[in-house]
C-alpha cells in the first residue's frame, strides 16, 4: 500500500505561483509512475500532468503547457508541481496520484483508471 500526502495548496492572486508537493510512503518510489490531477467545482477530475518513474519523460494537459511543470525526486520520495502564471481557472483541488509501473523503459499514465493510489488533495484557489 501506499499512501500520498499532498502539501502546497493555498489561496493566491492571478500571475502567481505555486509548488505543491507530493510525499509518498512507497519503500522503492522509483517504481511508481505518477501524475497530478485536478477538480474543479461541477466538473470532472481530470489529468494536468504526468511523469515516468525515472522522470525522464513528462506529459502535460495543453491548459497548463508552458505553465505548470512536474517533477520528481526519488531520493526523497516526492513528486512537484511547479505552477506559474495562474489563473483563475486553475482553481481546484489537486490530487496526486500513482501506480506502479513495470514496463522495461517506464511510461506515464494519461487516464484515471490506471492509477491505484491517490492523496487526499490540496486546495489551490486563484483570485482575479
Known amino acids: 500500500q501506499v499512501q500520498l500526502v499532498e502539501s502546497g495548496g493555498g489561496l493566491v492572486q492571478a500571475g502567481d505561483s505555486l509548488r505543491l508537493s507530493c510525499a509518498a510512503s512507497a519503500r522503492t518510489f522509483s517504481n511508481y509512475a505518477t501524475g497530478w490531477f485536478r477538480q474543479a467545482p461541477g466538473k470532472e477530475r481530470e489529468l494536468v500532468a504526468a511523469?515516468?518513474?525515472?522522470?525522464?519523460?513528462?506529459y502535460y494537459d495543453n491548459s497548463v503547457k508552458g505553465r505548470f511543470t512536474i517533477a520528481r525526486d526519488n531520493a526523497k520520495n516526492t513528486v512537484y508541481l511547479q505552477m506559474i502564471s495562474l489563473k483563475p481557472e486553475d482553481t481546484a483541488v489537486y490530487y496526486c496520484?500513482?501506480?506502479?509501473?513495470?514496463?522495461?523503459?517506464?511510461?506515464?499514465?494519461?487516464?484515471?483508471?490506471?492509477?491505484?493510489?491517490w492523496g487526499q488533495g490540496t486546495q489551490v484557489t486563484v483570485s482575479s
Open positions: 511523469i515516468t518513474r525515472s522522470g525522464g519523460s513528462t
Open positions: 496520484a500513482a501506480r506502479r509501473d513495470t514496463t522495461y523503459s517506464g511510461r506515464y499514465y494519461v487516464a484515471e483508471y490506471y492509477y491505484e493510489y
